[in-house]
């Protein structure tokens, strides 16, 4: 076997170990808190004064999240949420931001099909919702202060829309008045703001917090390319949690139950994460508050937290502090723009990237551009694919080149084939001095395979995991570019009056789409123009190896087959290019008749070898 299709099949195997690697079986599993009070810096509002303290012990023990209920809440009055984005209202008990649904998405490409929920009251299917509220701190008590129980009155506003924020007031008829200002944007930022009126006689000692609380787990992706689950930013780190590793807390003891509590100091921001939406909390950037992650066992309930400092309200003064919610679809623009307008760092990396994120992030950011500027996403794939291509046509030529002029020493080599006979290692020798000769390198011919590897993970990374891609058409019967093509064979690709078998099933996984058929002849043609392998077994793997390829893409999405096609498709006219360039126009056809690669008549080294025989 000759070094370059040693080197060709070692190449193409592991790539494609690894890819069948990326579908390892997710994570599925499933969390709240009772405040502690940290070591903070506490502010009086009047005066600016902040002081330093330590915690007072005990302080934390009520249920400041209520999260533990399971069965529907009383029911109360609700205030209606709508934006251009986002529809649903707020629970006054607790001012539960509980009820959202998403306008611009739906469940799937079915003209009737429901709008995408995220979140879910208490009593309903998997409830998942937002609350916020204050702990107590030395001299006050759970009962003191609003939690995700009290019932508010709004005092300002009838409906959550942008630019028309809502108001709510309880007051606990000790002196303490507290009021939260609700807004929220264009697209999916919520603003809460929770204020506090001392007039009472005594200083009053609290600490607000907010809670994102997921009840048991929906139905997951289940596959390693997506994380679905906890992300987490602290002081310019960012961190992904598994479901099953948030479980494992569970059997942790700490301080205030079983939960992770990670200091933040200067940025950053928590919250849970969906295949293509989020939910998370962020915290006045610049400001101390402690992140935690947290899971009660026997409730199901998944939650993540920020906890803010204690704040000393004197009496006759007010404190109040600002917390985020978005929640809503990860959008890259619309994270972008978070992140870079509106200061949130390191926002873009909720957007799950992966290990290649140094050739995702840039490779999606090209796409997005290219999006804009056609109008289709399907033809924005096929034109990032020839970005990439004039990328890597430097490193691309050389290999080329090195395949063309094996193809041309192809005669040569059968002849020394004949001379050496069994001698595999004369051959071996005669081989390497005539790729020295005639300054061949034949491992030059894998570099466009190992050029592909990372490129092709990393779109596939981006096609799976960016919501732009989701629903997004291409042409006729491709609606869904992150879905594998819904064609196939079993009815004639609709020429047959029965339906084609079920995404995902295997049935359809035999009876494969038009994409993949294409695939696999576009796979073909580029190999006919590599040297033909000079053993007979390796001449039937190869032959074999793009319609094993066209079924194992098959099931793949068809953004993803669509850009392998295309790609396919550049390297063989470049090839072809080359090769007709160097004096070796490939006879194609000519192969197809013949079988598995062309037997050539022996060149004149063979005669040479003869005559030296007489």
């Not at 695939?519 to 006919?528: D, E, R």
């Amino acid at each position: 076997m000759d070094d370059q299709n040693k080197n060709l099949i070692l190449a193409t195997v592991l790539s494609f170990l690894v890819i069948l690697g990326w579908f390892v079986a997710g994570p599925m599993l499933f969390p709240q808190w009772f405040p502690e009070e940290p070591a903070v810096t506490a502010t009086t509002p009047d005066t600016g004064a902040a002081t330093t303290e330590a915690a007072t012990p005990g302080a934390a023990e009520a249920d400041a999240a209520a999260a533990m209920e399971t069965e529907a809440l009383p029911e109360a009055p609700r205030l209606t949420i709508d934006t251009p984005k986002l529809s649903g209202s707020i629970s006054m008990l607790g001012g539960r931001i509980d009820d959202l649904s998403l306008k611009t998405y739906r469940e799937t490409l079915e003209p009737d099909s429901p709008n995408v929920r995220l979140l879910s009251p208490v009593g309903k299917d998997f409830p998942y919702y937002a609350v916020f509220g204050w702990a107590p701190g030395k001299g006050l008590t759970a009962a003191d202060l609003p939690d995700a129980r009290t019932e508010w009155r709004i005092t300002s506003g009838a409906t959550l829309a942008p630019g028309q924020p809502v108001t709510l007031a309880w007051d606990n008829g000790k002196g303490l008045t507290f009021t939260r200002t609700i807004a929220v944007d264009e697209d999916f930022m919520f603003t809460v703001t929770d204020a506090v009126e001392n007039t009472g006689a005594a200083e009053a000692r609290l600490a607000p917090y907010g809670i994102i609380a997921r009840h048991g787990l929906p139905k997951l992706q289940n596959i390693y390319v997506v994380h679905e689950g906890i992300i987490r930013r602290t002081d310019g780190t960012y961190e992904e949690t598994d479901y099953s590793d948030v479980a494992d807390l569970a059997v942790v003891e700490t301080e205030g139950g079983p939960a992770e509590v990670v200091d933040g100091t200067t940025d950053g921001w928590i919250g849970i994460t969906d295949h293509y939406w989020m939910t998370t909390l962020i915290p006045e950037q610049g400001k101390p508050y402690k992140a935690v992650t947290k899971y009660v066992p026997g409730a199901d309930i998944y939650q993540t937290e920020v906890r803010q400092p204690v704040l000393a309200v004197a009496p006759g003064t007010k404190a109040e502090v600002t917390t985020r919610l978005y929640a809503g679809a990860k959008e890259w623009a619309t994270i972008r723009d978070y992140q870079d307008k509106v200061g949130i760092a390191g926002f873009i990396d909720s957007i799950d990237w992966g290990w290649f994120y140094f050739l995702t992030k840039p490779i999606f950011s090209v796409l997005h551009w290219l999006h804009g500027l056609i109008g289709n996403m399907g033809l924005a794939i096929i034109a990032l694919t020839f970005v990439l291509k004039v990328l890597v046509l430097p490193l691309a030529y050389k290999s080329y080149v090195s395949m063309a002029r094996m193809k041309e020493l192809q005669p040569e080599m059968e002849a020394l084939k004949e001379r050496a006979g069994e001698d595999k290692q004369k051959l071996q020798r005669e081989m390497m001095q005539l790729y020295k000769d005639k300054k061949v390198n034949p491992a030059a011919g894998c570099l466009p395979i190992l050029i592909q590897i990372p490129i092709f993970f990393s779109l596939y990374k981006v096609i799976f995991v960016t919501i732009e891609l989701r629903h997004a058409p291409f042409f006729g019967w491709l609606k869904d570019l992150s879905a594998p093509d819904p064609s196939s064979l079993y009815n004639l690709f609709g020429l047959l009056p029965w339906d084609a078998p079920a995404l995902g099933s295997l049935t359809h996984l035999i009876f494969i789409g038009a994409l993949p058929i294409l695939l696999g002849i576009s796979m073909w043609l580029q190999q006919k123009l590599n040297p033909a392998p000079a053993d007979p077994v390796q001449q039937q793997i190869f032959a074999w190896m793009p319609w094993v390829f066209m079924f194992m893409l098959g099931g793949f999405a068809s953004g993803l087959v669509l850009y392998w096609i295309t790609n396919n498709t550049i390297t063989f006219l470049q090839q072809y290019a080359i090769m007709t360039s160097h004096g070796h126009r490939p006879d194609l056809f000519g192969n197809i008749r013949k079988g598995f690669g062309r037997k050539q008549a022996p060149a004149p080294v063979a005669d040479k070898g003869k005559a030296k025989k007489k």
